[in-house]
């Protein structure tokens, strides 16, 4: 059982970035995904969510009309883009799958990815 997230970097302010999470031995295509994000010093924090089909995404509100979550069912993957990057978006950025409806918290999410590093420089 496995969430495999890559794509983070170092970029620079107002570039573009696309986050990959890849799932190995969970029913990926039923699962409601997410991308969370750590800063140093600060809580773990919602980013992005999708539904199972894809019907529904959900954006925290710093990151709409720049991010974009989506999904492809037939290679167990969620992805991230990430435009006009800010240095505020530095963070690790975590994929997370759960059952049912996707949410915005932490708790609710039963798969998490290991991470990777987001670094935005000004």
């Known amino acids: 059982v496995q969430l495999q997230a890559s794509g983070g970097g170092l970029v620079q302010a107002g570039d573009s970035r696309r986050l990959s999470c890849t799932a190995s031995g969970l029913p990926f295509s039923s699962l409601s995904m997410a991308w969370f994000r750590q800063a140093p010093g600060k809580e773990r924090e919602f980013v992005a969510a999708?539904?199972?089909?894809?019907?529904?995404?959900y954006y925290e509100d710093s990151v709409k009309g720049r991010f974009t979550i989506s999904r492809d069912n037939a290679k167990n993957t969620v992805y991230l883009q990430m435009n006009t990057l800010k240095f505020e978006d530095t963070a690790v950025y975590y994929c997370?799958?759960?059952?049912?409806?996707?949410?915005?918290?932490?708790?609710?999410?039963?798969?998490w990815g290991q991470g990777t590093q987001v670094t935005v420089s000004s």
């Open positions: 997370a799958g759960k059952g049912g409806g996707p949410n915005f918290m932490t708790a609710g999410y039963v798969y």
């Open positions: 999708i539904s199972w089909s894809a019907a529904k995404t």
